[in-house]
């Protein structure tokens, strides 16, 4: 199972998120939760970095299928803003998925 774990530090504001583990869907190659997964969460992390500059904190890689990315504190209000409607994206685009998929993918939000 891949489990996402989202880590506020308001009530409003994503701080980083994690995902971790194999949604074993189907055979490696074949399984589309994980390629979802995996398309949803680099694609906002390649977003936030393209379309604000803000330089992310990453962390992945590993047998068990691992990413952490943390966002930095010190950015402007109207970049926070880009960056949290990007994170928003993600997570709706997750909660899809697992609303679809619950048996291969589980997400914690930390508020």
Known sequence: MIKVTIDYDSPERIHSFTLSGHADFAKKGSDIVCAGVSAVSFG??????????????????????????????????????????????????????????????KIILNK
């Open 44 to 105: 906002a992390v390649n977003s936030i970095i393209s379309l604000t500059g803000v330089p992310l904190e990453i962390e992945q890689g590993g047998e068990g299928g691992y990413l952490r990315c943390v966002i930095p504190d010190e950015t402007s209000q109207d970049t926070q803003e880009k960056v949290q409607l990007l994170l928003d994206g993600m997570l709706i685009s997750l909660q899809t998925i697992e609303r679809e998929y619950g048996k291969y993918i």
